[in-house]
């Protein structure tokens, strides 16, 4: 029997709270359709997202159908704002996950509060476990109600009157002006006994205050600080605390495609966002996250230098097994869902780039004790003398054959250049010899078998006839310099075959180097950000700046970006909120205010 056809709504009405160990996804109607406990990763506790109500969500809403609905996040927090507009009154509905004491217990707390006359609320509740799947055993006990499947638990507490029926959670109450309701969802492992519950009043002060504390840290001093300021705490609320890990999406199987395949698990932490992740957390002035980040790259990684892969679980978990949930219906009927993901298997040689790149940038930034990295980054850039004759995957995780593409070997270009650096500029040992003899081998292979001469352009692939965007970082690499004739023609032709109503699409999908999938997708967002910093390098920076601001007008209301764009729709695809799309933005308006940098973070002259 085929799962019930799911009605959904666009990616852009959501919003994210989140605890920096899990978070939930909340449509401004103030239904919450998706939440993973105790961990991002972690199987939903509500999956309506991904199929109808009954696979488990939370709505609180006024019973008025014609309320007027705004919403913000309050400044310098994750706690989302919704203010509730009726004929008879206006009330407010604050939401926020706190963050954890311990691995025991999680919280998420939604207060409602008066503000003018009165407001009739409703509120229905329907847990549903592992994924949308289980109906969970409940009781009713010491004031509260529990539900228990497997090993996971909920205590549900409420200020206001509940009562089960047909499997769900309800109740009805009006909220007058000056007037608070609470109530508070907490997770705990089901073989445990939780501690008493927390104030929830209490929680949202600390969380405010906490919030805004860690804002204040920001050093962006330029004309875009509110958005960069949002994206920042976007990408904390993305952190996972206890590691340093940083998910790449706190979601699963929003599709590239509606109604398509091209869904993916983004619920894990990428290497190929490492040197931008380090750059934009340092240049931010978040030192203690960066060091996190590094600490994290360098535990996930440890052990196999000669197998790195392109992703790891929160803890740096390598195997991270890809399945489908077909009793899910999928985001906007796209099927199938997956939990896990299979390229995890891939060869993406860009890794090594990311990696090595990172770890000098950290260096360069001054972040503590990295001689104790130091021997783990030789043995990799050791490594890569042999790995980087092969083909690979690239950074888009190719479903189709595996080919020389043209940006992985750059970054195996800029893994040595980096690593050279980090001997010279720091007087630490390693084969220098070898390492700048290879570099040197790449830098005249990709010339002469990665260049097209007649369209003067740099390939997606040695041999190809298309481009890739992500040519465009040729410059932030240190490759070539922007004013170079083959980048400017490289940049060209980009624009020529990729950039579509003001975004940047990754590459042509179909066609000879078919990526293995069907259907299309968006542009992605990180690309056109990208083609900012090509033009910024360029020092096109009029283009620079009409672009960026386009591209800010296409996040939601509440400046969150999600990893594609289509212009034609006019709505956002893929997982969301997008870490790659917001680390991308803060880049680029550092670039925009402070001027030309490139992924070390300086300008930087060869060794």
């Given at each position: 029997?085929?799962?019930?056809?799911?009605?959904?709504?666009?990616?852009?009405?959501y919003a994210m709270i989140g605890s920096t160990h899990s978070a939930a996804l909340i449509h401004r109607n103030g239904t919450i359709e998706w939440l993973c406990m105790p961990r991002f990763d972690s199987e939903a506790i509500f999956a309506s997202l991904l199929g109808t109500s009954e696979n488990g969500e939370w709505a609180v809403?006024?019973?008025?159908?014609?309320?007027?609905?705004?919403?913000?996040?309050?400044?310098?927090?994750?706690?989302?704002?919704?203010?509730?507009?009726?004929?008879?009154?206006?009330?407010?509905?604050?939401?926020?996950?706190?963050?954890?004491?311990?691995?025991?217990?999680?919280?998420?707390?939604?207060?409602?509060?008066?503000?003018?006359?009165?407001?009739?609320?409703?509120?229905?509740?329907?847990?549903?476990?592992?994924?949308?799947?289980?109906?969970?055993?409940?009781?009713?006990?010491?004031?509260?109600?529990?539900?228990?499947?497997?090993?996971?638990?909920?205590?549900?507490?409420?200020?206001?009157?509940?009562?089960?029926?047909?499997?769900?959670?309800?109740?009805?109450?009006?909220?007058?002006?000056?007037?608070?309701?609470?109530?508070?969802?907490?997770?705990?492992?089901?073989?445990?006994?939780?501690?008493?519950?927390?104030?929830?009043?209490?929680?949202?002060?600390?969380?405010?205050?906490?919030?805004?504390?860690?804002?204040?840290?920001?050093?962006?001093?330029?004309?875009?600080?509110?958005?960069?300021?949002?994206?920042?705490?976007?990408?904390?609320?993305?952190?996972?605390?206890?590691?340093?890990?940083?998910?790449?999406?706190?979601?699963?199987?929003?599709?590239?495609?509606?109604?398509?395949?091209?869904?993916?698990?983004?619920?894990?932490?990428?290497?190929?966002?490492?040197?931008?992740?380090?750059?934009?957390?340092?240049?931010?002035?978040?030192?203690?996250?960066?060091?996190?980040?590094?600490?994290?790259?360098?535990?996930?990684?440890?052990?196999?230098?000669?197998?790195?892969?392109?992703?790891?679980?929160?803890?740096?978990?390598?195997?991270?097994?890809?399945?489908?949930?077909?009793?899910?219906?999928?985001?906007?009927?796209?099927?199938?869902?997956?939990?896990?993901?299979?390229?995890?298997?891939?060869?993406?040689?860009?890794?090594?780039?990311?990696?090595?790149?990172?770890?000098?940038?950290?260096?360069?930034?001054?972040?503590?004790?990295?001689?104790?990295?130091?021997?783990?980054?030789?043995?990799?850039?050791?490594?890569?003398?042999?790995?980087?004759?092969?083909?690979?995957?690239?950074?888009?995780?190719?479903?189709?054959?595996?080919?020389?593409?043209?940006?992985?070997?750059?970054?195996?270009?800029?893994?040595?250049?980096?690593?050279?650096?980090?001997?010279?500029?720091f007087g630490l040992e390693g084969p220098v010899d070898a390492w700048r003899a290879a570099r040197e081998e790449i830098h005249a292979e990709i010339c002469e078998k990665g260049f097209d001469v007649a369209s003067n352009s740099f390939m997606q692939y040695y041999g190809a006839d298309r481009v890739d965007a992500s040519l465009l970082?040729?410059?932030?690499?240190?490759?070539?310099?922007?004013?170079?004739?083959?980048?400017?023609?490289?940049?060209?032709?980009?624009?020529?075959?990729?950039?579509?109503?003001?975004?940047?699409?990754?590459?042509?999908?179909?066609?000879?180097?078919?990526?293995?999938?069907?259907?299309?997708?968006?542009?992605?967002?990180?690309?056109?950000?990208?083609?900012?910093?090509?033009?910024?390098?360029?020092?096109?920076?009029?283009?620079?700046?009409?672009?960026?601001?386009?591209?800010?007008?296409?996040?939601?209301?509440?400046?969150?970006?999600?990893?594609?764009?289509?212009?034609?729709?006019?709505?956002?695809?893929?997982?969301?909120?997008?870490?790659?799309?917001?680390?991308?933005?803060?880049?680029?308006?550092?670039?925009?205010?402070?001027?030309?940098?490139?992924a070390s973070g300086q300008r930087r002259r060869r060794k």
């Amino acid at each position: 029997m085929s799962p019930t056809p799911t009605i959904t709504h666009p990616i852009e009405d959501y919003a994210m709270i989140g605890s920096t160990h899990s978070a939930a996804l909340i449509h401004r109607n103030g239904t919450i359709e998706w939440l993973c406990m105790p961990r991002f990763d972690s199987e939903a506790i509500f999956a309506s997202l991904l199929g109808t109500s009954e696979n488990g969500e939370w709505a609180v809403r006024a019973t008025d159908p014609a309320a007027h609905i705004t919403r913000r996040y309050v400044p310098d927090t994750m706690i989302l704002e919704t203010t509730i507009q009726t004929v008879s009154g206006r009330a407010v509905v604050l939401d926020f996950m706190p963050t954890p004491v311990d691995g025991d217990l999680h919280e998420l707390v939604r207060i409602i509060r008066g503000v003018e006359g009165q407001v009739d609320f409703s509120a229905e509740l329907r847990l549903r476990f592992n994924y949308g799947a289980w109906i969970p055993w409940v009781e009713r006990r010491e004031g509260a109600i529990f539900a228990f499947a497997g090993p996971d638990a909920i205590r549900l507490s409420s200020s206001v009157d509940l009562s089960n029926t047909n499997f769900s959670t309800t109740s009805e109450f009006t909220i007058v002006a000056g007037q608070s309701v609470a109530t508070t969802l907490e997770w705990f492992p089901s073989h445990k006994i939780p501690p008493l519950p927390r104030d929830p009043y209490a929680l949202l002060r600390h969380t405010e205050a906490q919030g805004r504390l860690w804002a204040a840290q920001c050093t962006y001093d330029g004309p875009y600080a509110e958005v960069v300021r949002r994206s920042l705490m976007t990408l904390k609320a993305l952190t996972y605390q206890p590691t340093g890990g940083i998910v790449a999406a706190p979601t699963t199987s929003l599709p590239e495609d509606p109604g398509g395949g091209r869904n993916w698990d983004y619920r894990y932490c990428w290497l190929r966002d490492a040197v931008w992740t380090l750059h934009a957390l340092t240049v931010s002035g978040y030192m203690e996250e960066a060091s996190a980040w590094r600490w994290w790259l360098m535990r996930a990684t440890a052990g196999a230098p000669d197998g790195l892969q392109v992703m790891y679980g929160l803890h740096g978990e390598r195997r991270l097994t890809e399945t489908t949930l077909d009793h899910l219906a999928g985001y906007e009927n796209s099927r199938p869902v997956r939990i896990g993901n299979a390229a995890h298997e891939q060869l993406q040689l860009d890794v090594y780039g990311s990696l090595l790149g990172a770890f000098d940038a950290a260096r360069r930034d001054g972040l503590a004790d990295m001689d104790a990295v130091w021997p783990l980054q030789r043995s990799i850039a050791d490594r890569l003398l042999v790995l980087w004759r092969q083909p690979d995957s690239s950074l888009w995780e190719v479903r189709g054959p595996k080919q020389h593409f043209v940006y992985s070997k750059m970054m195996c270009w800029f893994a040595f250049d980096r690593t050279i650096a980090s001997a010279v500029d720091f007087g630490l040992e390693g084969p220098v010899d070898a390492w700048r003899a290879a570099r040197e081998e790449i830098h005249a292979e990709i010339c002469e078998k990665g260049f097209d001469v007649a369209s003067n352009s740099f390939m997606q692939y040695y041999g190809a006839d298309r481009v890739d965007a992500s040519l465009l970082q040729i410059p932030l690499l240190g490759f070539l310099p922007a004013d170079d004739p083959r980048v400017q023609g490289t940049v060209a032709r980009i624009e020529k075959e990729l950039l579509h109503n003001n975004v940047v699409y990754r590459y042509l999908p179909e066609g000879v180097t078919a990526d293995g999938l069907e259907g299309r997708e968006g542009a992605f967002l990180a690309c056109s950000f990208w083609l900012c910093d090509a033009y910024i390098m360029s020092r096109r920076m009029e283009e620079a700046r009409i672009l960026f601001e386009r591209l800010l007008s296409y996040g939601n209301d509440l400046g969150l970006f999600a990893e594609e764009y289509d212009p034609v729709a006019r709505r956002q695809l893929g997982n969301f909120p997008q870490a790659f799309s917001h680390f991308a933005l803060v880049h680029t308006a550092h670039m925009l205010a402070g001027g030309v940098i490139d992924a070390s973070g300086q300008r930087r002259r060869r060794k």
